[in-house]
């Protein structure tokens, strides 16, 4: 197969990224049907489908492997250009996936500095860590963390750490919901605060603890991290929660543990490109370093 023409390539990406070939073309300034032409001549000279044409568009397997490719040969030129016109390039930007609690906590904290320093854009894609590794499957992003241990082929997964969490109530809903502790008869009727509907550690950690399975309860839906920590320390629900964020919360009697000495460690994982760009390979390396001082192991 020969290497991809690079508006071929650019519109493969720029349909995958925006979700449509109207936003792909209204991002390139084409028209749709130029850039479904470009898509098509892609799918010719490869040989095979890249696109499975829904809404949103997905990619098939063969698009995948080329997206991957595609996004690590833009990397790769994106850092060459910066180096050969330091003062006029663009600086590289990596798309990487991150789960919400370590946006929330340690990520950005222990990387900004470094990212100034080598100029370097990030495009941070949110998900939750048991689907993180989703992401880098599909070609959407060239690194992240994940709870999945097993590297794809041709990469590599190095482990970060883990995330502690425990249940945490505020003190008066302890005291209304559960003043007899943590039981199953006040568990069906207390409710509980959900991080989104991909969120399963306070359905693991209750069936795990009571036997009560997933919608035996009322929930709370906050998908996003402060306020979710708010949400529990205001007292619409009890949570479970990392200990970067639970700490001095404990400590000033502002949440209680509903279940002490009990906890559910999310360990985390790296996932990059065996061979990868120099600007990716220094990500990687602070990454590694930033996760050794947040982190627990």
């Known amino acids: 197969m020969a290497i991809p023409d690079a508006r071929q390539g650019e519109a493969l990406l720029a349909v995958i990224d925006s979700g449509s070939f109207e936003q792909a073309a209204a991002a390139l300034h084409l028209t749709p049907s130029a850039v479904s032409q470009r898509v098509s001549g892609l799918e010719s000279a490869v040989g095979a489908p890249l696109l499975i044409r829904s809404r949103p568009v997905r990619l098939t397997s063969a698009g995948q492997r080329l997206v991957q490719y595609l996004r690590r040969s833009r990397l790769m030129e994106q850092e060459f250009m910066a180096d050969l016109k330091a003062d006029e390039a663009m600086p590289p930007r990596i798309p990487v996936a991150v789960n919400n609690d370590t946006l ?88 509980v605060m959900f991080f989104d509907r991909k969120d399963s550690l306070q359905a693991i950690f209750i069936e795990r603890e009571l036997g009560l399975p997933s919608g035996a309860y009322p929930v709370h839906y906050v998908p996003s991290s402060d306020p979710f920590v708010e949400s529990i320390r205001l007292g619409m629900g009890y949570g479970m929660l990392p200990r970067q964020q639970y700490k001095s919360l404990l400590e000033s009697a502002e949440l209680v543990d509903l279940v002490p000495g009990k906890y559910l460690d999310i360990h985390l994982y790296w996932h990059s490109w065996r061979i990868q760009s120099p600007k990716l390979e220094l990500l990687t390396e602070q990454v590694l370093a930033a996760a050794g001082r947040a982190l627990d192991r």
């Open 104 to 191: 929330g906590t340690w990520f950005l904290p222990e990387l900004s500095s470094f990212l100034n320093r080598e100029n370097i854009q990030l495009e941070i894609i949110l998900d939750d860590q048991d689907h993180t590794y989703s992401l880098f499957e599909k070609g959407l992003v060239l690194a992240g963390v994940s709870s999945e241990p097993e590297p794809m082929r041709g990469c590599r997964s190095q482990h970060l750490g883990f995330m502690r969490y425990r249940l945490l109530a505020q003190p008066d809903f302890a005291k209304h919901w559960f003043p007899d502790g943590f039981n199953r008869e006040a568990a069906r009727k207390a409710p």
